[in-house]
């Protein structure tokens, strides 16, 4: 079952087209990885996708919502999390978590319960009360992850959600998004390390605005006669 399909997404500022006619579909428990050197068209894609960016034309469908007619369903079925960890850094642990709840309509008490059971599962129950800005960037990145499917949502959008950190705490977040997929949630990824594009199930490569690939990692190193995912990406990128 899709739970996002867009048909010839547009999105335009002025004269310049950031997304040109971009069509593709992402199943329900999916790691789909959207790809794209810097102004390739990604960001914007996703913007349009969680619903905080009206696309200029085409039709765009997310868990079951057109996000141009109806983005705040959109919104309230969908996580997000941005490349600055979308964290207040002045706040304590256990209030972000209560705020981003609170945003997303969940109840005081439900939203207490939940707190201390995700504070277990990450085994960071002492560090509730710590300012989120004495974090380290890696329990920076678990938490803004968890806070952002603390609301059980259906499809989880990450944006760059592993700069700046350490290959083992990347590693350890990627095994957070794959017991994220299991649950069913939907996993949509931008991300500028290529080997991060090896453990998705499926990846677009988009390329001034289009999408100039899509396939399994496995079939498109076939196709493209490439060892990896970042000579792939260096074909399609940047063609000789």
């Known amino acids: 079952m899709n739970v996002i399909t867009t048909e010839s997404l547009t999105k335009r500022f002025g004269s310049f087209t950031a997304v040109d006619r971009v069509s593709f579909e992402v199943r329900r428990g999916e790691i789909f990885g959207f790809l794209g050197a810097n102004g390739a068209?990604?960001?914007?894609?996703m913007r349009v996708l969680c619903g905080l960016s009206k696309p200029t034309s085409g039709k765009v469908i997310v868990a079951g919502h057109d996000v141009a007619a109806h983005p705040e369903r959109v919104k309230r079925r969908v996580g997000y999390m941005s490349q600055r960890f979308s964290l207040y850094e002045e706040l304590k642990v256990w209030e972000n978590i209560r705020l981003y709840a609170g945003v997303y309509g969940m109840r005081p008490a439900e939203i207490a319960r939940k707190c201390d059971a995700l504070l277990r599962e990450l085994h960071f129950e002492e560090g509730r009360d710590?300012?989120?800005?004495?974090?380290?960037?890696?329990?920076?990145?678990?938490?803004?992850?968890?806070?952002?499917?603390?609301?059980?949502?259906?499809?989880?959008?990450l944006d760059e959600p592993t700069g700046g950190v350490d290959p083992v705490a990347r590693r350890q977040f990627w095994e957070l998004i794959y017991?994220?997929?299991?649950?069913?949630?939907?996993?949509?990824?931008?991300?500028?390390?290529?080997?991060?594009?090896?453990?998705?199930?499926?990846?677009?490569?988009?390329?001034?605005?289009?999408?100039?690939?899509?396939?399994?990692?496995?079939?498109?190193?076939?196709?493209?006669?490439?060892?990896?995912?970042?000579?792939?990406?260096?074909?399609?990128?940047?063609?000789?």
């Open 41 to 45: 068209g990604k960001t914007t894609a």
């Open 130 to 157: 710590k300012l989120v800005r004495s974090l380290p960037t890696g329990w920076k990145q678990k938490l803004a992850f968890s806070v952002a499917i603390f609301h059980e949502p259906e499809i989880v959008f």
């Open 179 to 240: 017991r994220t997929a299991d649950r069913g949630v939907t996993v949509f990824v931008t991300t500028h390390y290529m080997d991060e594009a090896e453990y998705c199930d499926r990846v677009s490569i988009m390329v001034d605005g289009r999408i100039a690939a899509l396939d399994s990692p496995r079939n498109l190193k076939e196709r493209f006669s490439a060892g990896s995912m970042d000579e792939v990406f260096r074909k399609l990128a940047r063609p000789t």
